[in-house]
């Protein structure tokens, strides 16, 4: 899954400067025209809303399909492609260019991952390993050179000026890594944390919920019989799919929702708003959480299902999440889950605003595009497609905390829990 504001940094959905796509020159036979036209359809086909975000598609198929017979490469064809998509304004919205073309890769960035931060680029995360890091790159370094000059071929060194945290200017060199994306494994991780003589602290670290995290939810869970407060960190989290329900229906409160994906075919025949009553008459999945069975699920059961969970022991201490603006999709689902029906506190900066559920569909010649083709809505009637996910506690981290090794965010929580568990207001 990818999302709006990530779709504008390129399909990582995860490096603002990483894994940017734009490919070599094609070869001559490509038709244009062609590309388009099978671009156009599988999105006037698949895409979700059957009225595409209140955008005229059919008006701005024609627009396109003008401009789309003076194309002659791959990046022209890119770029046009990527505009007509920007005008739906929707997440998991993108095309993406051959993976490899007359021998080369398309173009990336340097292993770094950076922030706009008072006007500037700063430098979030270097790459562990990366050449970038091992040139002297580090995180609160301002990006003084245009971000331009960190494009180029896989392998190829980038040329650029920083200002370090000593504010000198630096000249590096660093050659043009793909980091960050797929994410590092596991990304489901927890561990228990003594804060006191009697007292533990459960910390989850999850970066993808992608299939197996329910059983991997089951384990944490497990793991943490004996803790008096639970801090869950989804700040690098880029989604996944419903596998994250297992997880929250541990914290959920009584009796416990349930969200619903919906589907092209099903909001066509429904032929209005989905109501309360539509989404209650959705039919229930009994876990099915892996991605094939999430789709199979809704194939079968025309275009809708709906996905509640409930466990015989649920958590019923504090429970902090830390979000930011890279976490996304499925995690903001669990985010809205945890802010709306369980006590959890969330902590750090608004979320990417980019929920709901692609799929890749190959067009040929090798191109693809992913497309929107669920909206996610709760029980309530409540549509949460791209609705970014505000924190309880806002905790911006700045460039003299990167610069100084500090985690405000996670100090933050650890404050609450360890209050939390300090002053008995937990309930085991």
Known sequence: MS??????????????????????????QTDWTALYERLWQAVDTNFYDPH??????????QTYRVRAAGVTSEAEFLDLANAMLGEIGSSHLYVSAPAATSGRIGRTSIAARFE????????????????????????GHILTSEPSALLGDIGTLAEFEVTTCEDRPLSLQARREQA??????????????????DARLGYMRIDRFDDGAAELA????????????????????SGGNVSSLRLASYFAHEPVPGVIL???????????????????????????????????????????????????????????????????????GFAWFMREHTDARLIGEETAGALLSGDRFDLGDGWSVTIPVHGLWGADGTDYGDRAVPPHTPVVTGRDDLCAGRDPVLEEAFRQAESDISTGAVAR
């Open 218 to 237: 089951d384990q944490a869970m497990a793991a943490f019989d004996d803790v008096g407060a639970i801090v869950i960190d989804l700040r690098g989290n």
């Open 52 to 61: 595409f975000l209140g955008t005229d598609w059919d008006a701005v198929g």
């Open 3 to 28: 999302f709006r504001r990530w779709t504008r940094r390129a399909a990582s959905g995860l490096a603002a400067w990483a894994a940017i796509a734009a490919a070599a020159p094609a070869a001559a």
């Open 262 to 332: 919906m589907s092209r075919p099903y909001l066509e025949a429904l032929g209005r708003p989905a109501t309360p009553a539509d989404l209650a008459a959705a039919p229930r999945i009994d876990r099915g959480y892996t991605g094939g069975a999430v789709f199979e699920a809704i194939s079968r059961h025309g275009g809708a299902a709906f996905w509640t969970e409930a466990v015989d022991t649920p958590f019923t201490g504090p429970v902090v999440v830390l979000i930011g603006p890279e976490t996304g999709s499925a995690a903001e």
């Open 180 to 197: 960050f994306w797929p994410p590092e494994g596991p990304g489901f991780r927890w561990s228990r944390i003594r804060t006191g003589a």
């Open 116 to 139: 706009t931060m008072d006007g500037r680029r700063v430098v979030a995360e270097v790459a562990p390993l990366s050449d970038a890091w091992r040139q002297g790159l580090r995180p």
